[in-house]
């Protein structure tokens, strides 16, 4: 397996961004030609969208993963899954018991494959997209499976969400009471949005973003992996709706060491060839500003 | 490879008994959501053709290999559809349906747990986003209409 030198932010993406394409004209194999041709070391999938016969992918599944992973120098770096909790008609959560069942598959699945973060997606019970009510205890009950397995449950941060919440600071709060490393956050960069795109429904509607850059830096501790959102780059590798260079200085200042895991979040994303262009041009962005 | 749109032209066809009667048809379609959804998070809605409805109790799907009615597929929570594989629906109607052309609709959904209702719009007042959410809302607005115009030969 590949292993980045780096020390600070580093390029991956996630098999997330594709996914107007996925299956219809490209494969897994597709995707990770096309990181290795803009020099992304790290990939995330999605457990329920990526891995065929998921929960219980063939070894020749399993094979053809590894081999990907090392022709291609990738790191699995960051396993997308869901706590689903509207899993049955008419109940809004499901209980600890059965989430837990949920999230244990994944937390082994996910070390199989060589993945150490996982972005823990829990359902939500409002439009501020609240948690559900027994969060704590599901996470509580995982974590010492989770140490076991070397992987930290990721929640994501999430526009509407914003990094000044009472959401984020429940997550802070539980972190520090059980100091565990099994358990962190994810910044999706969705969350600085401060520009509508032309001709595409977004938010923020009135142009002031859920959060702000120089809120990161209290939070770097706690954040394992960012889904490096973005909407639209334009032809000189400007992303014209997310402050990226303010972004990656604070991480970059703050000594942050991590993957940014591209996730295309614009429109288009079913006509051949412009989901890769649009990652191409944001690597290009990403490497500049980084200076590597 | 999986043909883009939902409803697929491939798999579109009369089903027959051992004696060689037309008994319905199938018709598959795949998800084009970005991610599989266990079975028991599948709403199965009407198939219609030319406008004619066939409900949820005239239909099996195939999943897997494996054939569920609607009420079965919504008890079973770890069984999963990938996105890659096809659904096929076969519907009861019998004589089949006739040579030619096919308005064909399929109406499903899946209520997602992650994210407010699909297809919701949040309320004008913001002061009301913390509120929780009707879990009523979650199935209606999850089953959407998906259409194609196919032949039968």
Not at chain 1, 249 to 274: A, I, N, Q, R, T
Request: with cysteine.
């Amino acid at each position: 397996m590949a292993t980045p030198a780096i020390k600070g932010p580093k390029r991956g993406v996630s098999i997330y961004s594709y996914s107007g394409e996925w299956g219809v004209t490209m494969n897994l194999e597709d995707c990770f030609k096309d990181m290795y041709d803009m020099g992304a070391t790290g990939v995330e999938i999605l457990a329920n969208g990526h891995i065929e016969n998921y929960p219980q992918p063939t070894n020749e599944w399993m094979d053809n993963w590894f081999r990907l992973c090392t022709k291609y120098n990738i790191t699995p770096v960051e396993y997308g899954h869901w706590v689903t909790s509207r899993l049955y008609r008419g109940e809004m959560e499901l209980n600890t018991e059965e989430s837990l069942r949920m999230l244990k598959q994944d937390i082994i699945l996910a070390h199989r494959l060589g993945f150490t973060v996982l972005r823990t997606k829990l359902g939500v019970i409002d439009w501020v997209l609240t948690p559900v009510r027994n969060w704590r205890e599901i996470i509580l009950g995982a974590l010492d499976l989770a140490e076991r397995y070397n992987v930290c449950m990721c929640p994501e941060i999430h526009m509407p969400t914003a990094l000044s919440s009472k959401m984020v600071a429940d997550y802070v709060e539980f972190i520090d009471k059980y100091q565990t490393n099994n358990f962190g956050l994810n910044i999706d960069f969705g969350t600085f949005q401060n520009a509508n795109m032309p001709n595409f429904p977004g938010t923020p509607e009135d142009g002031s973003p859920c959060s702000y850059p120089h809120e990161l830096r209290p939070l770097l501790p706690y954040i394992h992996a960012c889904h490096a959102k973005f909407n639209n780059m334009s032809e000189d590798f400007q992303e014209t709706t997310i402050p990226y260079p303010e972004i990656i200085k604070e991480f970059v200042d703050g000594g942050w060491d991590g993957y940014f895991l591209s996730e295309y979040e614009g429109p288009h994303k079913d006509e051949p060839g412009f989901v890769s262009e649009q990652l191409k041009r944001q690597h290009v962005m990403m490497k500049r500003i980084l200076g590597y | 490879m999986l043909e883009k749109q939902n409803v697929q032209t491939r798999g579109f066809h009369n089903v027959y008994d051992e004696e060689g009667n037309a008994i319905g048809f199938q018709v598959c379609i795949r998800s084009t959501y970005y991610k599989g959804v266990w079975l028991s998070q599948i709403r199965v809605g009407d198939v219609v053709v030319d406008g004619e409805h066939f409900g949820r109790d005239k239909q099996t799907w195939i999943i897997n290999g494996v054939e569920y009615d609607a009420d079965q597929m919504e008890k079973l929570s770890t069984i999963h559809w990938h996105i890659l594989d096809v659904a096929t629906i076969v519907v009861k109607k019998p004589g089949g349906l006739a040579q030619g052309y096919h308005d064909v609709e399929v109406n499903f959904g899946t209520p997602g747990s992650y994210t407010p209702p699909m297809f919701a719009i949040p309320p004008k007042d913001k002061s009301e986003w913390d509120k929780p959410f009707d879990i009523e809302v979650f199935s209606k607005l999850a089953v959407r209409p998906y259409k194609n115009r196919m032949i039968i030969v």
